[in-house]
């Protein structure tokens, strides 16, 4: 936190202090979500990529919660990161709870944090906040309901079309790999019968030579 105030001075001075500890929130788990772009177990055990991705997911879930940032885009990216790591039933599963997960978190901060900042206002922002409270004042359930129902619709649109985005590539990838599988099956096996030919002409040339030698042997002994 010390460090994130050094190296942030201009945000100290312009935000009030619960939005800096909101963005002290998303600086962290951008950090923590850059040391995890570094890892992409395709090769490991089913149980290390879903970790993997549930702990991705997490650190979106805690910015969704705690801050108004919400970083729509790397939980799409995430979606996205699962189709190539899980089973389509585990994507399903991922993209369900954490559709669920989301939108909890959307309510619980509108519900909790929506005025958080209203507590000490920049100057500029006053007539913003202002229209806060009056939207919240006249019909908070109306407001809540659209805007958890405006964003469900987009997260269930965009979910479907990765995932089926997602698929699509990832059966592309597996019909270029079974076709490659069987393009050197294939290879081996017209190798393995070029093998069996060339024996079986050794073979009857072979025999073929040794019938005409026993032949003219036995020809030789009658002279």
Same mark, same amino acid.
Not at 133 to 156: G, S
Not at 185 to 204: K, M, S
């Given at each position: 936190?010390?460090?994130?105030?050094?190296?942030?001075?201009?945000?100290? +001075?312009?935000?009030? @202090?619960?939005?800096?500890?909101? @963005?002290?929130?998303?600086?962290?788990?951008?950090?923590?979500?850059?040391?995890?772009?570094?890892?992409?177990?395709?090769?490991?055990?089913?149980?290390?990529?879903?970790? @993997?991705?549930?702990?991705?997911?997490?650190?979106?879930?805690?910015?969704?919660?705690?801050?108004?940032?919400?970083?729509?885009?790397?939980?799409?990216?995430?979606?996205? +990161? !699962?189709?190539?790591?899980?089973?389509?039933?585990?994507?399903?599963?991922?993209?369900?709870?954490?559709?669920?997960?989301?939108?909890?978190?959307?309510?619980?901060?509108?519900?909790?944090?929506?005025?958080?900042?209203?507590?000490?206002?920049?100057?500029?922002?006053?007539?913003?906040?202002?229209?806060?409270? +009056?939207?919240?004042?006249?019909?908070?359930?109306?407001?809540?309901?659209?805007?958890?129902?405006?964003?469900?619709?987009? @997260?269930?649109?965009?979910?479907?079309?990765?995932?089926?985005?997602?698929?699509?590539?990832?059966?592309?990838?597996?019909?270029?790999?079974?076709?490659?599988?069987?393009?050197?099956?294939?290879?081996?096996?017209?190798?393995?019968?070029?093998?069996?030919?060339?024996?079986?002409?050794?073979?009857? !040339?072979?025999?073929?030579?040794?019938?005409?030698?026993?032949?003219?042997?036995?020809?030789?002994?009658?002279?």
């Amino acid at each position: 936190m010390v460090t994130l105030r050094l190296i942030f001075p201009i945000l100290n +001075k312009s935000l009030p @202090y619960e939005a800096n500890n909101s @963005y002290y929130l998303v600086f962290c788990v951008l950090g923590v979500l850059a040391i995890l772009s570094f890892f992409f177990p395709i090769r490991r055990p089913m149980w290390q990529r879903r970790a @993997y991705i549930f702990a991705e997911i997490a650190c979106l879930l805690l910015t969704r919660i705690f801050s108004q940032v919400g970083l729509d885009l790397l939980l799409c990216i995430y979606l996205a +990161k !699962s189709c190539f790591l899980l089973r389509r039933r585990d994507v399903i599963i991922t993209v369900v709870l954490a559709g669920i997960a989301w939108h909890i978190g959307l309510a619980w901060w509108f519900m909790n944090g929506f005025l958080t900042d209203l507590s000490n206002p920049i100057e500029e922002q006053k007539a913003l906040f202002e229209q806060r409270v +009056k939207m919240i004042q006249e019909a908070p359930q109306v407001l809540l309901a659209d805007t958890i129902f405006n964003n469900l619709v987009l @997260y269930i649109s965009m979910s479907i079309l990765i995932i089926l985005l997602c698929f699509t590539l990832v059966a592309e990838y597996r019909s270029r790999q079974q076709a490659i599988a069987l393009t050197q099956e294939v290879e081996l096996l017209a190798a393995d019968l070029e093998r069996t030919r060339i024996a079986r002409d050794i073979h009857d !040339s072979l025999g073929h030579t040794l019938t005409s030698l026993d032949v003219q042997l036995e020809l030789a002994q009658r002279l």
